[in-house]
């Protein structure tokens, strides 16, 4: 064969035997617009250089020009080659710069779409036939999968005035109808019926006269997914055969598209024979047991995988194997036999070396120290490997607040040699604090709010000058700060600080919190008439993880100290006097909910005593007949509560989940000594939103029911004025809510929910009867966004007439907004 | 009203608005520069000018403290213009941006590694340069900041131990990691005692049947330690743990011989009490229903 050369005037360029030349100089032609000196520049065919030929340096020149951006076409000629030395011509074509496109014909969201389809082009590329076509091709494809079929792009350029050789590329746009689906057919089918094939088709349907909304509005994307889901959901009731043959789309008319789908069913399969290989680890009987999938039940795939790999809870065959260290654990079911409609498997199973933890490491915190993340890590050097504990790690560094849950990704990097894995914690941070700046109409005035919360706050870093950015961070403490007022009537301000691990060493929280609010009529305090109640309050407290009984459990004390002066205030047992509340409070909770915001699983558990020490039995102070001042002025009793939720996924809709929410709440408020009585504050109020809004911290209890004004579910005979403004000693509850996703991502959940509440109020625990209840019905929706928190609305129907308040039932809307996760009650 | 700099950067005239970006750059108001550097180095592409308006685009962007674009421009800069007499010093900025970026050591040190890796490229680059020697110095602090941040870590193990013993163990592990990761650490001696004491507090909350052969795990440690740091000022620290450890194994064998003398107690009664219940026990079996 002929050897590839390449003949320049008269002189041959031999590919075998490369020479080494001298640039003797480089000239450009047919430029106008662009600088000759650069481009020859940019070439790096400098004068003087020595360069070999045939050889690289050649096609890099070629190659950055293109990288301009600027020729449509780039020739690199040798003009001459005198002995040594080698000239050269660079031929470009030039064309006009794009500087930007103008989009006409779609709406406004659909020109940033289609802007960001294309964003590598503008000002960045001239315009040749290849720009028209892939713009073209980009937009129609773009178009096509919103489902508009028959659209027409047409191109129009006009000058850009600001630079020389430059223009705007104007794309008219003439998207047609967008297509709605007219029927869609299916051929092949024996056993499925079309009505029901139809039904997979989750997201692409038929039109009909019935269907008001979306009523079959074609989209390709989403046609694509639906044929996998199609043929998986056949799967699933045991037609493992079941393929998609063919499936056309056509052109129904202007306005609509029908689609035919030929299917192939195949018979239905059953399970057969299943034999388990290469198990020494767990024998065959305890594997068959966790697999539970018995002879002759209906071949599913999705079934097989979910009890070979797949369950959330963790109860199939690799997980067992997975949370014994066995990390390169692998099944792989063959399918020995098929004969007539029934599948033997064979389970081949490879056990590996059972793996044990080494290096624990936690990649992309940027502003969370390492040790914050690390401490709340299950998986442990030294440990054997488990797959259960490095789920609970992902919950765990989820529950710290300031990492995106969906990118918190482990990865385990396995060392075979000698049996340890690495395991990579991946995170990325997110935007944790949380601002509340308010301003609203309460009471005839203006009321503004200002709260802020730092949820990763480090106070070690408070005098660091440089650790500002704004504010000292990644220590996962917690600082907020929160101040209403709306001037002379109402004023409230309160700090709190808490740190989760005290001293850095145990699971110890440490809590210290702070409040003053007063509220008056807004006399002058000379005046006879005044009336005032101001409360100050500090709180410390300390709170642990225990092990035992098991490590979803925590217990917590605290010690209490509020004051509360009241100048001639209604509505409570006293109206002028100082009192004192000094109590300790325990809390023992059990929390295993799987996620914050959303939980889908899990339950939360709590039940607090707090106690006041007896006075009444230690001071000589005669009750019956003492003074309201000498009576009050030390405040005793003992409360009881006990909260229950409890989370139950009942049906798995694509990636969301229908969600079943049960809580119980109970509250008891009692009495030292009789003749003192029950306690004027620290009682429950029941019913409305159960925001600490206006009557923020009077010394009670707010506990939410919806279809109820605020405050209004008081005991039957009570007087509702005082039962409504300083609460009732006894409560019950109960909620029975479903929950629906309809947003779920990072900057925003939001879902929408039906409840039915039930609960009641009593002032003697001999009236207390819990299945006397108030009862109301509703809906809601709620929206959790990172800066906001949780902010929601219901409307709620109360069924039961509150004797004394007329407007307590029936319907009502309620707002609510709770910046710390799982502040509604 | 729109201030003279609105006007001038709505305008077409490009040479204008380099003056003016040059000029407002050496008044130091570099965030006005930046806006009109933004607007001409697109219209400035193929240019001779080009060269040193990037060179001062990129340099805005470091006096902005925005490293991660500015050194993203220098290396542009550098990569376009390698025969650049601003080619050495853009280089350099681009791999002291990463370093500035390199974050504390209890954070994500991806920017350390690229850091280490940008300025180690430039000692490759340009060996001879008076800034190579800051380079290498730069690269020894960040060095510094990556070993003080595993031994922090893997000392994090040995804090935990209070909370769960299984720490402790975690400890022994994470810190001979540290060892076998950065073998000549400024650490090097904390991490040898803090490997033996993790040793001994975990032996010492063991079950007394586990922890003869755990104190004698610590006791090699131990040895592993002084053999390594004969005239360390830890010593006296480590011959403690030594015998502690010494004294562990002595009262976990009489805790263990104890335990061995009752059970052989409890197994002389139980034989005895057998033989007693002999004759009952049979009576009992005639009585029991056979199926």
């Known amino acids: 064969p002929a050897r590839p050369s390449l003949t320049v005037n008269g002189l041959d360029l031999d590919y075998f035997n490369p020479k080494e030349y001298i640039i003797g100089g480089t000239t450009l032609s047919g430029s106008k617009y662009t600088d000759k000196e650069v481009i020859i520049i940019l070439s790096k065919l400098t004068r003087g250089e020595t360069i070999t030929l045939p050889g690289e340096a050649t096609a890099n020149a070629i190659k950055n020009l293109w990288l301009q951006g600027l020729f449509d076409d780039v020739k690199l000629n040798i003009s001459k080659i005198v002995s040594d030395t080698v000239y050269f011509d660079i031929e470009v074509v030039e064309r006009p710069r794009l500087t930007a496109f103008e989009f006409i014909g779609v709406t406004k969201s659909q020109k940033t779409d289609i802007a960001e389809r294309l964003q590598d082009k503008a000002g960045k590329t001239i315009i040749n036939d290849n720009l028209y076509n892939t713009t073209k091709a980009i937009i129609n494809k773009y178009l096509l999968d919103k489902g508009y079929f028959f659209t027409t792009i047409d191109f129009k350029s006009k000058p850009d005035t600001n630079q020389e050789n430059s223009v705007i590329l104007q794309v008219l746009i003439d998207k047609g109808k967008r297509v709605k689906v007219h029927e869609i057919n299916f051929t092949g089918n024996k056993d499925f019926k079309s009505a029901k094939l139809r039904k997979f088709l989750k997201k692409t349907k038929q039109q009909a006269f019935y269907k008001v909304f979306g009523s079959g509005k074609f989209n390709k994307e989403k046609y694509e997914e639906d044929k996998v889901k199609l043929i998986a959901k056949m799967q699933e009731n045991g037609y493992r055969e079941a393929a998609i043959l063919k499936d056309s789309i056509y052109r129904y008319n202007d306005k609509s598209i029908g689609i035919d789908i030929d299917l192939h069913e195949g018979p239905k399969y059953y399970f057969g024979n299943i034999t388990w290989v290469g198990n020494a680890k767990y024998t065959t009987e305890f594997l068959e047991k966790v697999f539970g999938i018995e002879k002759g039940q209906l071949f599913s795939e999705e079934k097989l995988e979910a009890k070979l790999r797949g369950s959330a809870n963790g109860d199939d065959v690799s997980s067992v194997y997975l949370n014994d260290g066995y990390l390169t654990f692998n099944i792989d079911p063959v399918q020995t036999k098929i004969y007539n409609d029934t599948v033997d498997i064979e389970m081949r199973i490879y056990e590996g070396p059972q793996y044990t933890n080494n290096k624990i490491s936690v990649v992309g915190n940027t502003i969370t120290n390492d040790r914050v993340v690390l401490r709340n890590v299950y998986t442990k050097p030294g440990e054997k490997f488990s797959k259960e504990l490095l789920v609970r790690s992902i919950r765990e560094i989820g529950q710290l607040g300031n990492f995106d849950e969906s990118k918190t990704n482990p990865i385990p990097k396995p060392n075979a040699a000698d049996g340890t894995v690495d395991i990579e914690y991946h995170v990325e941070e997110k935007p944790s604090d949380q601002v509340e700046l308010s301003g609203g109409f309460g009471g005839g005035r203006v009321i503004g709010t200002l709260g802020l919360t730092f949820n990763n706050f480090s106070l070690r870093n408070i005098f660091n000058g440089e650790a500002y950015k704004p504010l000292p961070k990644g220590d996962g403490q917690k600082l907020s700060l929160r101040g209403q007022t709306n001037g002379k009537f109402y004023q409230s301000y309160s700090f709190s600080f808490s740190e989760p691990w005290f001293g850095g060493k145990k699971p110890v929280s440490f809590g210290l919190s702070a409040f003053t609010s007063l509220q008056s009529n807004g006399l002058s305090a000379s005046s006879s008439d005044f009336q005032k109640i101001r409360l100050n309050g500090v709180s410390v407290s300390l709170g642990r993880k225990l092990k035992w009984p098991d490590n979803w459990f925590s217990l917590s004390h605290a010690v209490n100290l509020n004051q509360y002066v009241l100048n001639n205030y209604p509505g409570y047992l006293f109206s002028t006097g100082t009192s004192y509340n000094l109590n300790l409070t325990q809390e023992i909770a059990r929390d295993s909910r799987n996620h914050n915001i959303f939980p889908t699983g899990g339950a939360y558990l709590k039940f607090t005593i707090q106690a006041t020490p007896p006075y009444s039995l230690l001071n000589n102070v005669n009750y019956a007949i003492a003074s309201d001042k000498l009576r009050y002025k030390f405040t005793e009793y003992h409360k009881w509560k006990f909260e229950s939720q409890w989370f139950q996924t009942i049906a798995t809709l694509g990636s969301k989940q229908l969600v079943l929410k049960a809580q119980a709440q109970f509250g008891f408020l009692g009495s030292y000594n009789n003749a003192v009585g029950q306690s004027a504050f620290e009682r429950f109020k029941l019913g409305g939103d159960g925001m600490q809004g206006f009557d923020f911290l009077q010394g009670s209890e707010l506990i939410a029911m919806r279809g109820y004004s605020n405050n209004s579910v008081v005991p039957l005979g009570a007087n509702t004025t005082i039962a409504q403004s300083s609460g009732s000693p006894i409560f019950t509850k109960y909620v029975i809510e479903l929950r629906y996703p309809v947003i779920s991502s990072q900057q925003a959940t939001a879902f929408l929910t039906t409840f039915a509440e039930g609960g009641n109020t009593w002032n003697k625990f001999s009236d207390y009867n819990p299945f006397n209840i108030r009862r109301s019905i509703g809906v809601g929706a709620k929206i959790f966004l990172p800066i906001f928190g949780l902010l929601g609305i219901d409307y709620g129907y109360g069924f039961d007439k509150i004797p004394g308040i007329p407007d307590a039932n029936k319907g009502q809307f309620h707002f609510s907004i709770a910046q710390q996760i799982g502040g509604f009650n | ?291």
């Open chain 2, 1 to 291: 009203c729109k201030s003279r700099f609105e006007k001038l950067r709505l305008s077409n005239d490009v040479s204008k608005k380099y003056q003016e970006g040059i000029r407002l750059y050496n008044k130091k108001d570099y965030s006005k520069a930046l806006i009109l550097f933004e607007g001409l180095a697109q219209k400035y592409r193929g240019t001779a000018e080009a060269e040193d308006l990037n060179y001062y685009y990129a340099f805005t962007l470091y006096r902005l403290k925005d490293y991660t674009t500015a050194r993203y421009k220098f290396k542009e800069f550098a990569d376009t213009y390698p025969n650049s007499k601003y080619a050495e010093e853009c280089r350099y900025y681009g791999a002291y941006c990463y370093y500035l970026d390199s974050p504390n050591s209890s954070l994500d040190q991806e920017n350390t590694y690229k850091a280490i890796d940008a300025l180690q490229l430039f000692i490759n680059y340009y060996p001879k340069s008076e800034r190579a020697v800051q380079a290498a110095q730069y690269i020894a602090n960040l060095r510094d900041k990556l070993e003080t941040k595993a031994f922090d870590n893997a000392k994090l193990y040995y804090t935990l131990g209070g909370y769960d013993v299984a720490y402790y163990r975690s400890a022994v592990v994470a810190l001979k990691n540290t060892q076998i990761e950065f073998p000549d650490i400024k650490y090097i001696e904390e991490i040898d005692l803090l490997i033996v004491k993790s040793q001994y507090m975990y032996a010492k909350n063991s079950y007394p049947h586990r922890q003869e052969e755990r104190f004698q795990e610590a006791i090699g440690y131990y040895n592993e330690f002084m053999e390594a740091h004969p005239d360390s000022k830890l010593v006296s620290e480590a011959k403690q743990l030594k015998e502690d450890s010494e004294a562990g194994i002595a009262s976990a064998r009489k805790i263990l011989a104890k335990e061995a003398e009752e059970a052989a107690k409890y197994a002389a009664l139980a034989k005895k009490d057998e033989k007693q219940k002999d004759t009952t026990t049979k009576k009992a079996e005639i009585k029991t229903p056979i199926k």
